[in-house]
């Protein structure tokens, strides 16, 4: 993971489960990372691809969220 995506994990983290209600758009991510649109895209599309995130609903309407499940192996 890049710094960008290590910091959104972390925050999300951080918040719980119920934490960022709806779940995490790609402009969050922006805002929260710095990120341009497409490598804040990039960089969400990889995390899901790396299982770490999970997707929900599509168009404007997609959210991101972590995939829960990782995090209750600890």
Do not use: C, I
């Amino acid at each position: 993971m890049n710094e960008r995506q290590r910091k959104a994990v972390a925050k999300l983290l951080e918040a719980g489960p119920k934490g960022f209600s709806g779940g995490l758009s790609a402009g969050n991510y922006q805002n929260m990372t710095g990120a341009s649109r497409a490598t804040g895209h990039r960089d969400l599309s990889d995390l899901v691809e790396k299982g770490v995130m999970t997707v929900a609903g599509q168009g404007r309407g997609v959210r991101y969220d972590l995939n829960w499940a990782l995090t209750e192996r600890r």
